[in-house]
């Protein structure tokens, strides 16, 4: 190593590379470094150049991001490189759901929170990570409410128009079914999102052969699936769209009720220590949000119609009924500029969403893995 890095120990050994614990000589400060080496037979100069040529855009565009890990020195070496980062004292994701088995809703819905704002910043940068997983998403704290999740390993990524996919990257439990035919896209990722949440509640992978993967079967069967909320469920199955034009973006992927409601709401609220949960609690807190919000967007459909019946919101993807409070139109109104009273008489599985569909599967034809697909 460089005179400016005392190793103190290796923390991990992969296919592609190994990374250690040194301290810097000059700040006193302990990081990481990892390694990659072309004289093992999977790395290439090509894939090592790739690599640096993505971390250098990283600190480029994205050095303010929180939840990516950043190198703070890149060094050349004769036959490969080595890439300073800090180091995150939580470790691995994957070590702490060893530990634990499976995490609560609460504690599931922050963590993607954070993976799905790096995927945000690296996608709308056109970087496509390719391979999500627990072992590549590192914790700044052993204490799980208070570390910020860091993406890391950037081995496999490619800048999408730049870097040539020429062949099937990453890991099989996490890929998506485009995948298998070489095709990769910002929703490859977000399908390892959705992997990655359905390991996290229950400690099990969704799929048991590539044919299922294909084919986008899965279920949540089991009785560690019966105290998940519809929200999550629902947050699953989105990311889990075999098509992946139909994939939400990692953007829109935010906007899910399951992120945007479950991972900052009170304890108190979702009762969510220990096993999830008794009595629905989790399932009325969604409903009541949902309710708000749908009176919101109610209210500003009104203003739209005010001089229409309730046909028009029909039309607009709300189901009747639409009334006031006695049931009918309101028989003070005794003229069209008059605007009826309606009131939400729905129920909220009934809501449309502006961002998610439900799931559909299309089926894809049944290929060896090994022939080529165009």
Not at 6 to 30: H, L, N, P, W
Not at 120 to 137: A, C, Q, T, Y
Not at 262 to 286: I, N, P, Q, T
Not at 334 to 350: A, K
Request: one cysteine or more.
């Amino acid at each position: 190593m460089p005179d400016r890095y005392e190793v103190c120990k290796e923390i991990s050994s992969g296919k592609t590379s190994t990374v250690f614990e040194a301290r810097d000589k000059i700040t006193g400060s302990t990081v990481a470094i990892k390694e990659r080496s072309c004289a093992l037979d999977c790395n290439t100069e090509a894939e090592i150049s790739r690599e640096l040529k993505i971390c250098a855009k990283l600190n480029e565009e994205l050095s303010g991001d929180p939840n990516i890990l950043h190198p703070t020195d890149i060094i050349r070496t004769p036959d490969g490189a080595r890439i300073i980062t800090e180091i995150c004292s939580g470790g691995e994701l994957f070590e702490h759901l060893s530990r634990v088995g499976a995490f609560t809703e609460k504690e599931a819905s922050r963590i993607v929170r954070q993976l799905l704002e790096g995927l945000k910043g690296l996608h709308e940068r056109s970087i496509i990570h390719r391979d999500i997983k627990p072992e590549n998403l590192l914790l700044t704290s052993s204490t799980l409410e208070d570390a910020t999740l860091k993406i890391t390993d950037f081995g496999c990524a490619i800048v999408l128009d730049e870097d040539a996919a020429e062949e099937v990257v990453g890991t099989i439990q996490y890929a998506a079914p485009e995948v298998f035919y070489c095709r990769y896209a910002p929703a490859s990722d977000i399908w390892a999102v959705g992997i990655l949440t359905y390991v996290l509640l229950s400690g099990l992978v969704p799929f048991d052969s590539e044919s299922d993967i294909r084919r986008g079967k899965f279920n949540f069967d089991g009785d560690e699936w019966k105290p998940l909320s519809n929200a999550g469920k629902s947050f699953i199955e989105n990311m889990l769209e075999v098509d992946a034009d139909r994939r939400p973006t990692a953007a829109a992927a935010l906007r899910h009720c399951w992120i945007r409601e479950v991972g900052s709401a009170r304890d108190d609220v979702l009762h969510c220590s220990g096993d999830l949960k008794a009595d629905g609690l989790v399932d009325r807190y969604m409903a009541t949000q949902q309710r708000e919000e749908a009176a919101e967007i109610v209210t500003a459909l009104r203003e739209d119609f005010t001089n229409m019946g309730p046909e028009p919101l029909a039309l607009a993807g709300f189901p009747s009924p639409y009334k006031d409070t006695h049931g009918d139109l309101d028989s003070s109104a005794t003229s069209l500029s008059t605007p009826p009273q309606w009131r939400v008489d729905i129920e909220v599985s009934d809501l449309p969403s502006p961002t998610f569909s439900k799931l559909r599967r299309p089926s894809i034809p049944r290929l060896n893995s090994e022939v080529p697909v165009p």
